[in-house]
């Protein structure tokens, strides 16, 4: 009975880590579509660098072959 609820909470770990990439995910989506969506037109030449450097980072956190 023990091992049996051990196996089940081991699940139910899993599946909550697995919620809460699925979660970092969906707000990493949003924030680059946000990010995409702005109107850069307004910016400086710091502020162009910065914006650029934040969409490659998180484009890279989103779509890199590793998954991660």
């Known amino acids: 009975v ?5 196996k089940e909470q ?7 880590q697995e919620e ?10 949003k924030k680059y579509t946000e990010l995409l969506l702005a109107d850069t ?4 030449e710091f502020q162009k660098a910065e ?3 934040a969409l490659r980072h998180i484009g890279g956190m989103l ?5 991660n």
């Open 2 to 6: 023990q091992l049996r609820l051990s």
């Open 10 to 16: 081991l699940e139910l770990a899993r599946i909550k």
């Open 20 to 29: 809460a990439r699925e979660k970092k995910k969906t707000t990493l989506y």
């Open 41 to 44: 037109s307004r910016f400086d």
């Open 51 to 53: 914006y650029e450097k």
């Open 63 to 67: 779509f890199s072959k590793d998954g």
